[in-house]
């Protein structure tokens, strides 16, 4: 009929609308453009200028098929709010016009359809323009009364294309929410809806079902009161489900419930749906009986959610979500308990299943969120006759009891392999959090974890809602941040498609961010709870922390990605690695030295020539006691000293090889913190005498310069992932692997001797420390990676003091 409106301006139209929820400034500027461009009357004689504009809006409603509409429900909202209170209200009219003239356009596209070269084009246009009727319907259905007998006709349409199906969802929603508005329509009218809904629920598959039983229950509760229809409707599925159940009770091999299988699917979900929207223990539907059929509704859909068949368990727990929209109570029956609570825990558990759990608890809170908020509009009504915002509270008490039950296992779902189940389980906590059902200082570790999610979409989602925890409760992040940590590091073990692959704390991309860098983000504010955070993070590497590996070097690479701003941050990490280094450096080789002595004595050969070896396990007291100065000099050592220095220790190891396999194990931390530093100093361009130089209990200001960050400088402990990926820790430990943790523990031994210079050592021989702890660094971290094992940095600070790669001034400190 039209010329369709051109691609860019609804692509413009689509990219604005969608940050009406923005900022104050940006959402006022979207709010102003598109008052004028769609909201602002047109004349009634400029026909030209109301289609196209009818056209840019449904253009846009139909780009937007696939991400939602909440947007214009917001924009709509906010205009027709803003003139609540004015005399002229040009939004409103704007409104009343576009509505009438969508009406009209409905009608020309329905006329149109029998041309078969249009069909399709008019089809999607009929869709989009309904669709429309629909979002102004949800926020204003006083604007569609005087055309509900226009729409349906719509109901009657035949189903052969997904348009067709959308175009009768879309009337059955439009006629649920106007009819109810409508004064003294015609008995005729009703009937004929009632009976058109009544064929659409016997005849089309599930979404047309649901919306057609809403629509039917808005009719007949609010407008008719014909509950012998509903009943007998009602009691069709409900037979058909107990006679199935019978006949698999007394022969469940029998070939009756797979032959009436699509019955049986059906029926469940029809019998649901009912008790979504009819309370069939009133009066009005079953009379005087004294049957509880609620009680009896849930016997019947337990049974079928113990089925073989995963598809009829699934339809059976979709029609238990729909009965718990209409009696709550129900989820404190211990038998469902027991069953929401085993398939959101079980690991081995159907992926459909634990999503379908997810959707109803979700659908309810999406619900009670939708009652609450009609009760709070209510009570504003009429707050001055009675207190309606009382009934909320009670209500909002049941949300809050329910999701007590199930919360840990909904948190719990947030370490699963697929995306979809951590996507549903997120939607529940979020919606949760926003009705204020639980403390939400119990779900901030979950949140922190989930915000280190692949997907962006979720990422942002736990981000925002820590964000909202965080205004309204200071200190709850950071109270929970190291614990957050931890949880994220399981999260991504979940997600971890290679198990043979070390899990990483940063994300694969040009930029390498930290995968909690919005953890840090809302932590470094406040120099107090940053240090503390930092602090907690490097004590797990401490040699009696007894952390994982993995999930040390998880947080090695969020240390080394965090997004630092003032130098201040990195020299403090840097400052307590050196302590950290000293103590547990020294920790480490003195249990490996009693280890072999408790293993095993080595005889009196071993020992004279063990003895006679500076650079052996077993140095003499004598020999460990001379001056520095009068000892071997360590940078003049040759090859085949080390080798000798190695078959010496070799000599004195026990047979037992666990306490080298543990000496290997906790050595990761060191070898970690020493390879954080290199990467740190390297990163901010730091020298060795800045890094000695610095206290943290100097001045703020001191510190507050911003980092130069260098470019290119990457993490990439080879050492540490080089040992995961072998599997140390479980494989067979071989000669060549005895080796190279002897080799490690001397290089370990010759920098615990040299971390840092003696002052009373002559000149001259300072250089020799230095090198020998350079050459300790060096062989420790796997050496020839210059990027992160460079001795050397430049640094326009430095002051021709030490550069060494070393751990400088603890003893000093």
Not at 482 to 497: C, E
Not at 715 to 726: E, G, N, Y
Request: hydrophobic share 35%.
């Amino acid at each position: 009929i039209e010329q369709p409106t051109f691609p860019k301006i609804t692509e413009m139209c689509v990219k604005m609308i969608r940050r009406v929820n923005d900022e104050e400034g940006i959402k006022k500027l979207v709010n102003e453009t598109f008052q004028k461009l769609w909201f602002t009357p047109t004349p009634h004689h400029d026909k030209e200028a109301m289609t196209r504009k009818i056209l840019n809006i449904t253009d846009v409603v139909a780009a937007c098929r696939d991400t939602g509409y909440d947007w214009f429900e917001q924009l709509l909202q906010n205009l027709l709010k803003s003139e609540e209170d004015a005399s002229y209200k040009p939004v409103k009219k704007a409104c009343t016009q576009l509505v009438d003239n969508l009406v009209e356009h409905i009608l020309k596209y329905e006329e149109s359809l029998s041309d078969s070269d249009n069909k399709g084009v008019n089809s999607g246009r009929l869709v989009a323009c309904i669709t429309t009727l629909f979002l102004f319907s949800k926020i204003r259905p006083q604007l569609m009364v005087k055309h509900a007998m226009t729409m349906q006709p719509y109901l009657t349409t035949k189903c052969s294309t997904q348009n067709d199906f959308m175009v009768i969802c879309n009337v059955a929603k439009i006629l649920e929410l106007v009819v109810p508005l409508m004064e003294h329509p015609s008995e005729t009218f009703l009937a004929t809806i009632e009976e058109d809904l009544m064929k659409l629920i016997i005849k089309y598959g599930m979404t047309v079902v649901q919306h057609c039983v809403s629509c039917l229950g808005a009719v007949v509760n609010k407008v008719t009161q014909n509950y012998k229809f509903v009943w007998a409707c009602f009691n069709r599925y409900y037979g058909a489900l107990s006679k199935l159940k019978s006949q698999h009770q007394e022969d469940p091999n029998s070939t009756i419930l797979t032959a009436n299988k699509p019955a049986l699917l059906r029926s469940l979900f029809t019998v649901g749906a009912l008790c979504r929207h009819f309370d069939f223990d009133q009066e009005d539907f079953k009379g005087n009986s004294k049957v509880n059929i609620k009680d009896k509704v849930l016997e019947l859909l337990m049974y079928f959610t113990k089925h073989s068949d995963e598809e009829v368990q699934t339809k059976a727990i979709i029609g238990l979500g729909f009965a718990f929209i209409q009696h709550p109570s129900l989820m404190f029956e211990q038998e469902v308990k027991t069953l929401y609570n085993s398939i959101l825990s079980d690991k081995n558990c159907s992926v459909n299943l634990k999503i379908q759990v997810l959707k109803n608890l979700q659908t309810y809170l999406q619900e009670e969120d939708t009652r609450m908020q009609q009760a709070d509009r209510d009570w504003k009504k009429v707050a001055k006759q009675e207190d309606l915002k009382e009934m909320g509270d009670i209500s909002s008490g049941m949300s809050s009891s329910i999701m007590q039950l199930y919360l840990k296992q909904v948190l719990e779902a947030f370490f699963h392999t697929q995306s979809s189940v951590r996507h549903f389980a997120l939607n529940v906590i979020a919606l949760t959090l926003n009705q204020g059902l639980i403390h939400p200082v119990q779900c901030v570790p979950y949140l922190i974890a989930m915000g280190t999610d692949p997907e962006p979409s979720m990422r942002n989602k736990a981000d925002q809602q820590l964000v909202e925890i965080d205004k309204k409760y200071a200190g709850f992040i950071h109270m929970k941040a190291v614990a957050g940590m931890k949880m994220s590091y399981q999260v991504q073990q979940a997600i971890n498609n290679c198990p043979q692959d070390p899990v990483r704390g940063f994300r694969h991309d040009e930029s390498s961010n930290a995968l909690c860098s919005h953890l840090y983000s809302m932590i470094r504010g406040n120099r107090q709870h940053r240090r503390a955070f930092l602090i907690s993070l490097l004590n797990l590497f401490d040699d009696t922390s007894k952390t994982e590996v993995n999930m040390l070097l998880y947080i090695a690479d969020n240390l080394a990605c965090f997004p630092y701003q003032t130098q201040e941050e990195p020299l403090f990490i840097m400052h307590h690695i050196d302590i950290t280094l000293s103590v547990s450096g020294s920790n480490l080789l003195q249990s490996f030295k009693e280890t072999k002595k408790k293993e095993r004595k080595p005889s009196s050969d071993e020992e004279t020539e063990s003895d006679s070896n500076s650079g052996s396990g077993s140095e003499s007291e004598e020999e460990a006691s001379k001056p520095r100065r009068l000892r071997k000099r360590v940078d003049s050592d040759s090859d085949s000293d080390e080798e000798n220095d190695i078959n010496a220790v070799m000599k004195c190891l026990p047979e037992n090889s666990a306490p080298l396999i543990e000496f290997a194990n906790v050595s990761q931390g060191i070898l970690l913190l020493l390879m954080l530093k290199q990467h740190l100093k390297n990163l901010c361009g730091f020298s060795d005498s800045k890094i000695q130089k610095y206290s943290p209990s100097e001045s703020a200001k001191v510190y507050d310069k911003a980092i130069n960050r260098k470019t290119g400088v990457h993490f990439h402990p080879k050492q540490t992932l080089d040992f995961l990926r072998s599997d140390m820790a479980n494989s067979k430990i071989t000669e060549e692997v005895k080796r190279s943790i002897v080799k490690q523990y001397l290089d370990f031994k010759l920098l615990m001797e040299h971390l840092d210079p003696d002052e009373e050592e002559e000149d001259g021989e300072v250089s020799a420390s230095t090198n020998a702890r350079n050459k300790a660094i060096t062989s420790l971290l796997g050496g020839g990676s210059p990027k992160n094992n460079a001795a050397e940095t430049e640094d326009d600070e430095s002051d021709g003091e030490d550069r060494g790669g070393g751990t400088s001034g603890v003893r000093r400190r």
